[in-house]
């Protein structure tokens, strides 16, 4: 794979100001020489020292294409590992496709999604954790997306998987030896000793896999359901919190059918905000279906905001708490009293005693008149219980490497009963080695070309 030169637009797709053109392989410089004409000078990029940067022109025969500057790296000292050439264009997309010709036309081929970042991988410039983390970064939209990738990027991840497969191998060298020395009856650790590694393994696995939950919410958005009957004002509220008009208002009951969900960012984490279909007894068809998806949501949410008009409180309270409350027992669930501003102080408060036995979370709000929703983005943040930015807690966010984790759990839980059963050291040997197995899965230590097929094809082409 890596004896080809490879290119690509390593800039946005369009038109810009100035656009990147990539260019990595054995043939890098010298097929680069054959385009590019320094301004002043009659040297060949081929003698030029690494991370050096030339302004100069590409031409076709005598014709200019462009003025460039050419900046070079090479191997091993550059993204790639091998020798790197880019060019920095005008943004035109005539220009781009022109010089992107040339070098196909002078021996180059296109690189394929993610092509680059594999060869960092393929020659040892990142583990495939850290590769996995580019396009994570570059697909960041938060500033904890964007923490946690830079972290992921720069080894976090690695670094802890590295110390837990130090500590298996070991665990797992001390177990072998044992069943070398089987007939003499050696002990190389005793069991208590083995049992605490085991325990203290078990613990770290764990954290890893339960971050997950947090790592993925981060990564995708906070999910949020807003619930509670027709007319309440979900809809204004949906509005007012991403600031823009995306759900339809009216007074018209069971108006939303369907469920509308965008997202916005509180605090430096994404939310994602979903306005559900009314909660009410209809024969309408289509308006049960949105309900039904209603609950869904209220399921698939971290959060639910059950949304109350405090206007019009009625006797459909109860039964509004009995499909709404056993839904969130493992979420926090929020009411807030909607239309403040027309109700008084006394009102407010008969309605947060009314409502205590729900929740112990309750804000009176204005979705119309914009009142207290500052008071409740900072709810929110608290809430949805998120690390400071600034911790350098190893947080999982990759589906992949959760589920590696959670097969290495079993495995390292597997040792765990074993010690406590008494059993051979060869079913112990086999769970460990199995446990270090799905650990450089992660990293790439342990891994197919269909695997890294799947991982890079997501990628854009250029990166």
């Known amino acids: 794979m890596n004896k080809e030169t490879i290119c690509a637009i390593a800039t946005a797709p369009g ?37 050096t940067a030339l302004f100069g022109r590409i031409v076709e025969k005598e014709t200019i294409v462009d003025e460039v500057v050419a900046t070079l790296f090479r191997n091993p000292h550059s993204f790639t590992g091998e020798d790197v050439v880019e060019f920095s264009c005008h943004g035109s997309t005539y220009i781009q496709q022109k010089i992107i010709r040339l070098l196909l036309e002078a021996g180059c081929r296109m690189a394929e999604p993610g092509e680059f970042t594999r060869r960092a991988f393929a020659n040892g410039k990142m583990d495939l954790a850290q590769a996995e983390a580019v396009a994570d970064l570059i697909a960041s939209t938060s500033a904890a997306n964007h923490r946690l990738a830079m972290q992921q990027m720069r080894g976090g991840v690695s670094k802890e998987l590295g110390r837990l497969r130090a500590d ?64 309440a004002g979900k809809s204004t509220l949906l509005n007012r919190l991403l600031n823009e008009e995306k759900a339809i208002v009216s007074n018209i009951h069971g108006t939303t059918r369907d469920v509308i969900e965008d997202t916005t960012h509180i605090g430096g984490f994404t939310f994602r905000f979903i306005d559900t ?104 943040l608290e809430r949805a219980g998120l690390p400071d930015l600034h911790r350098q807690d190893v947080v999982i966010t990759n589906l992949r490497h959760y589920e590696a984790l959670s097969a290495a759990l079993e495995a390292i839980q597997r ?49």
């Not at 038109?15 to 392989?25: P, Y």
């Open 15 to 51: 038109a810009g100001a100035i656009a990147v053109i990539r260019l990595s392989g054995a043939q890098a410089f010298p097929i680069a020489d054959q385009l590019f004409r320094p301004a002043g000078k009659d040297k060949s990029l081929i003698t030029q020292e690494s991370h």
């Open 168 to 231: 298996l191998l070991h665990f797992v060298s001390l177990i072998e030896l044992e069943l070398d020395f089987s007939e003499e009856e050696v002990e190389f650790a005793d069991r208590k000793a083995l049992l605490e590694r085991s325990v203290n393994l078990e613990k770290s696995l764990r954290k890893l896999t339960d971050s997950f939950r947090l790592g993925n919410a981060i990564k995708n958005g906070i999910p949020v359901a807003i619930v509670g009957e027709t007319n």
């Open 277 to 380: 279909a009314g909660i009410r007894e209809t024969q309408d068809q289509i308006e049960q279906l949105g309900i039904e998806r209603t609950y869904q949501k209220i399921e698939q949410a971290s959060i639910v905001l059950w949304l109350i008009d405090a206007t019009c409180v009625n006797e459909h309270i109860e039964w509004m708490a009995n499909r709404i409350v056993p839904r969130t027992q493992d979420k926090t669930l929020m009411v807030l009293f909607n239309k403040m501003d027309k109700i008084s102080k006394d009102e407010q408060k008969v309605l947060d005693q009314l409502f205590l036995p729900y929740s112990k979370h309750r804000l009176h709000i204005s979705a119309k008149q914009n009142q207290n929703l500052d008071v409740l983005r900072a709810l929110l």
């Open 415 to 463: 040792v765990h009963q074993g010690l406590l059963d008494q059993q051979s050291g060869e079913f112990l040997s086999q769970d460990l080695r199995e446990c270090i197995h799905y650990l450089g899965q992660i990293t790439g230590t342990i891994t197919t070309d269909e695997v890294l097929g799947n991982i890079f094809q997501h990628f854009c082409i250029g990166k």
